[in-house]
């Protein structure tokens, strides 16, 4: 089952080039490596947008001791095609509420997305879409 990936907010992916001498390719993103938190997520408003369902969540990490980012707080769910749609919220049985084992990953290397939030029981392929 693929991993949902959570990115912070509203997607946004920024593309870094390499400065290369003339005649170089540039390197776009990766390898790019992550630290990984582990955690719970909790669904704390499920609102309609024109584009989905924006499933707001507050990230926990499951060590009192790790570092708290600011995205761990009010963020919501996208998956790689973008927001749910209501009918793939309703077949996860998402409510507000709901508890979800989470992973916070932070860019350690690399110029990819800077923190994602994995969600292993959740799989990324959306209803309707």
């Not at 870094?16 to 490596?33: E, Q, R, Y």
């Amino acid at each position: 089952m693929n991993k949902v990936l959570f990115t912070l907010g509203i997607t946004a992916i920024s593309i870094f080039l390499s400065c290369g001498g003339s005649g170089s390719a540039p390197i776009v993103g990766g390898p790019c490596t992550y630290s990984s938190t582990p955690g719970t997520s909790t669904i704390t408003k499920l609102v309609s947008v024109t584009d989905g369902i924006e499933a707001h969540f507050n990230f926990v990490p499951t060590d009192s001791n790790a570092t708290k980012n600011p995205s761990d707080s009010d963020n919501h769910l996208v998956l790689s095609s973008g927001l749910p749609t209501q009918q793939w919220i309703d077949y996860q049985n998402i409510i507000v509420g709901s508890e979800l084992n989470t992973t916070r990953q932070n860019i350690l290397t690399g110029t990819c997305t800077p923190i994602m939030y994995t969600f292993s029981t959740l799989p990324d392929n959306p209803h309707g879409m």
